[in-house]
């Protein structure tokens, strides 16, 4: 199958998705990576690794190496200006002309013969702008130009997650996927994204109260929500029906 990972910033594919892109790589498929910005509004790390303005490109550097450790087929940026981060932490979003971030995608599902596409949720994850708008975006395009594509979106909520406050509230999880064994490939995804490694990290030390390095912060569970399409593809993956990964169903189909 032909697969799009559609997202707003480097390392958003790798933190939120890594482990199923992994697999997906992994068991012959074709993962497309497909990213808004080059995150040049972003934090440059702690000690940084660069200046602001050079940003763009180490990001872009770094999802190359990423996409390289999760298997992926190809990778193309839509260079739009991810913005700085305002006052007070504000977070803005990339572009507000939905008409024609939609034609791009809308092109490029059409050049690669995409036939799953995975994204961010309806609350953004954390509510981020730029997530949002990928999310709509890609609701847009499969209303109105796609209405049989297998769409779904990362981080979808399910009870007792270990990471409640990363979760879209209002997209339930079908699939909660194990993918201990893919952890490896998503850690070293992870640790390419150098620029981000204290954003990643900073949350669980403060909780810890010591320092934790990026691979004790890497999920091997991760839960998606089935958007849209007729049938629910993954389901249908070899690989997946002998539930060596999916380990947990909706509550309505156990
Ligand atoms: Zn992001």
Redesign the pocket.
């Known amino acids: 199958m032909n697969i799009l990972a559609f997202?707003?910033?480097p390392?958003?594919e790798t933190m939120l998705s890594g482990g199923l892109l992994a697999l997906l790589s992994k068991t012959g498929h074709n993962v497309h990576y497909l990213c808004c910005t080059r995150?040049e509004g972003g934090e440059c790390g702690d000690p940084p690794v660069c200046t602001q303005e050079q940003l763009g490109k180490i990001r872009e550097l770094e999802l190359t190496c990423a996409v390289q450790e999760l298997g992926g087929k190809s990778l193309n940026f839509l260079d739009y200006l991810d913005p700085l981060i305002g006052a007070d932490n504000t977070m803005f979003s990339f572009t507000h002309d939905l008409g024609k971030l939609s034609m791009e995608l809308a092109n490029f599902i059409k050049k690669n013969e995409i036939e799953v596409l995975i994204t961010?949720g309806s609350d953004g994850e954390y509510g981020?702008p730029?997530?949002l708008t990928v999310f709509q975006v890609t609701r847009l395009v499969i209303k109105s130009k796609f209405p049989k594509l297998n769409w779904y979106t990362v981080q979808a909520f399910y009870e007792n997650s270990l990471k409640p406050h990363l979760l879209n509230k209002n997209d339930r999880a079908d699939w909660i996927i194990d993918v201990s064994s893919v952890r490896n490939e998503k850690t070293r995804a992870a640790l390419c994204h150098k620029s981000q490694h204290a954003l990643f990290v900073r949350s669980k030390s403060k909780d810890l109260g010591r320092p934790v390095n990026v691979a004790e912060v890497i999920a091997s569970e991760e839960s998606y929500s089935f958007a849209n399409g007729e049938r629910d593809v993954l389901k249908n993956l070899p690989a997946f029906k002998e539930k060596l990964i999916f380990i947990r169903k909706k509550d309505d189909e156990i």
């Open positions: 997202f707003a910033h390392d958003d995150g961010h981020h730029g997530h």
